[in-house]
């Protein structure tokens, strides 16, 4: 298990915005606003080392899944549908894993899809913007095209639905998070039943371009719900019940950042400021902490230790030319292991 006593998803800055935001005020003045952050500013006393590491091209999970499945010494190729969807409560995924019972799982993601010039946008729509009634009658309108292939949707949340089919199909995809990135056109889906997925999807597409749901939603300046995103794939042989247990208390131990309005730079560095408390704490009682952030495709590690009286002098006679906050930066990947 990891050793991290912090874990953080997407809570690096851009160096620009860093700079920015430990240089103005929320005014835009020139100020020192590291002082705004106690418990940014006694970690950054540390002395610390640094390692990052980006996940390889053909790998279909965002950073956060490669890391649990690193901790559970599973490949990191491995889909992780049927763990959330057991973890989700589904007791068809249980049963499947309890019983080992042969079949393969999918997660199934509404999406937003838009076609530009030269290229296509898919967004992931939160479950709150999606209403259980919204979510039923689209499903509604395709169960009779699944069935026809024995799919059945299950459902563990308005945005999160999982497919079962006791019948190998060979189709394979990234996850949601770096499908609706920049990512995308390096992990396009393939397998021998793409073409036939494609040419599904297409009908749902044209079903749910003027479906009643969409055509309310599109009315109200939201993003309709005008396709779906198969990924995830994984056979229920590849997970163990042990696996199963372990699998919650490692994804629910990684904090996610805001995505909203306190992703704006000084606002994210407040939230930080109160996220790594722990970790703060940590290094006062103990003298160390190691703390682990995620982006989409990449980790980066940090130990943080607490100087000695050599390191403290030369510190104070670097202090001017240190750059504050380094280890929040998004990693470059030429750094030497230790920074």
Not at 182 to 210: C, N, V, Y
Not at 254 to 280: C, F, K, M, V, Y
């Amino acid at each position: 298990m990891t050793t991290s006593n912090t874990i953080i998803s997407h809570a690096t800055l851009p160096a620009d915005a860093l700079r920015y935001a430990l240089t103005h005020d929320h005014t835009g003045q020139p100020a020192d606003m590291l002082s705004q952050y106690p418990v940014l500013k006694a970690l950054d006393d540390a002395q610390m080392q640094r390692s990052a590491m980006i996940s390889p091209d053909q790998c279909p999970n965002n950073a956060a899944t490669v890391f649990a499945l690193n901790e559970l010494n599973l490949p990191i190729d491995t889909g992780n549908a049927l763990l959330d969807a057991a973890s989700s409560g589904i007791p068809e995924a249980i049963a499947d894993i309890q019983n080992k019972t042969p079949a393969r799982w999918f997660s199934l993601s509404p999406v937003y899809w838009r076609a530009e010039r030269d290229h296509v946008t898919l967004i992931g729509l939160p479950e709150s913007s999606i209403r259980e009634d919204e979510m039923r009658a689209l499903i509604e309108s395709i169960a009779p095209w699944l069935a026809e292939w024995q799919w059945h949707i299950h459902i563990a949340r308005t945005n999160a639905w999982f497919i079962r089919t006791e019948t190998e199909f060979d189709y394979h995809a990234p996850d949601l998070v770096l499908a609706q990135s920049d990512q995308l056109e390096s992990f396009l889906p393939h397998g021998a039943d793409l073409k036939r997925w494609q040419t599904l999807l297409t009908e749902i597409q044209m079903l749910w371009f003027e479906h009643p749901v969409n055509l309310a939603r599109t009315a109200t300046k939201q993003h309709p719900i005008n396709s779906l995103w198969l990924h995830s794939s994984v056979h229920s042989r590849q997970i163990s019940t042990q696996t199963l247990e372990q699998w919650p208390s490692l994804t629910q131990h990684i904090i996610t950042a805001p995505t909203d309005g306190s992703r704006e730079p000084h606002a994210h560095l407040a939230w930080l400021n109160q996220q790594l408390s722990p970790a703060a704490l940590h290094y006062q009682q103990h003298g160390h902490v190691w703390m682990t952030f995620l982006g989409s495709t990449w980790q980066q590690n940090l130990m943080l230790n607490k100087p000695t009286f050599t390191e403290r002098l030369k510190k104070n006679i670097q202090s001017k030319n240190k750059k504050p906050l380094i280890w929040l930066e998004q990693p470059a990947f030429d750094l030497p292991i230790n920074s």
